[in-house]
């Protein structure tokens, strides 16, 4: 046994068997949120474009923000595509322990498995949807650049923050379940307050500012950054630039690695109580 140990064998089948648990149970949790539905996996498309088509409607044409921009109907597309991922992520990441109820009491496997299993889940739908936008892509003839490539560690910080707030969350909804209503209200105040909608340069010196201590807005900025933009300057507007110094791309980097430090040390924290609590 001791022989075993020191090779490190059981470490490495131990990872392996937890892969595929994580595997299993984000597939499994994938293929069950539209396994009743007629549509099936396209609804994980229909319902960000269906949002979208409403907000272009009134906000592009209504109130002329697609004057703007050739690409505001791009710019827009991905902003809600990536919320979504983010409110569909924390969302079933929050009830992710309390739905897993049976699986906690009757098997031994790091809980941490659980709400990264649901975030995954809302990746997989991320990934649907990013060809979409592919699509948007090609056919506003955007051409593609080298610096895409950085759209990548964007979305792994993206999946970060909402897997940092989904251990948060799925935490304290274990002790508190009037934390599922007051995540749903901060969700659509996020939405609008964040610059998904309306340019975030319009925003006067201060909002810029805050809105950017947001690391969500970070990610969707430097996206929107690299993919468009080159043809309007208040879009440009990073963290860096909201800031006024390079340093100022660090500060919502910081929260997001707070936030997931934090949910990481009260997860750890608190699970060895969740089989008696939920």
């Known amino acids: 046994m001791t022989q075993t140990k020191a090779t490190g064998r059981i470490p490495s089948r131990s990872f392996r068997h937890q892969l595929r648990i994580l595997h299993v149970l984000a597939s499994v949790d994938f293929k069950l949120k539209y396994a009743d539905s007629a549509l099936g996996y396209v609804w994980s498309v ?44 924390t969302s079933i990441g929050m009830t992710s322990i ?88 901060l969700l659509q105040l996020l939405f609008y307050a964040s610059p998904i909608i309306y340019p975030v340069g319009y925003l006067p010196g201060w909002a810029k500012k805050l809105t950017f201590l947001n690391p969500f807005t970070q990610t969707m900025q430097d996206i929107r950054s690299l993919v468009l933009y080159n043809d309007l300057a208040p879009n440009r507007i990073t963290a860096a630039v909201a800031f006024g110094s390079p340093a100022g791309r660090l500060i919502p980097i910081g929260v997001a690695i707070t936030l997931l430090s934090l949910g990481l040390f009260l997860f750890r924290r608190e699970q060895p109580w969740f089989a008696e609590r939920v």
Do not use: C
């Open 46 to 89: 229909l319902k960000p474009l269906m949002l979208f088509t409403v907000l272009y409607l009134v906000f592009g044409r209504v109130f002329h923000l697609g004057a703007i921009s050739r690409y505001y109907s791009l710019s827009l597309l991905i902003g809600i595509v990536l919320f979504t991922f983010f409110s569909d992520a």
């Open 98 to 185: 309390v739905a897993r109820e049976s699986l906690i009491r009757k098997m031994t496997f790091p809980r941490l498995i659980i709400p990264m299993s649901a975030t995954l889940t809302a990746a997989i739908t991320l990934g649907v949807n990013l060809t979409v936008i592919a699509g948007f892509v090609a056919w506003n003839r955007v051409v593609p650049r080298l610096d895409w490539l950085l759209i990548i560690p964007l979305l792994i910080e993206l999946y970060a923050i909402a897997l940092g707030v989904s251990l948060i969350l799925s935490t304290l909804f274990v002790r508190f379940r009037d934390i599922g209503q007051i995540w749903e209200l």
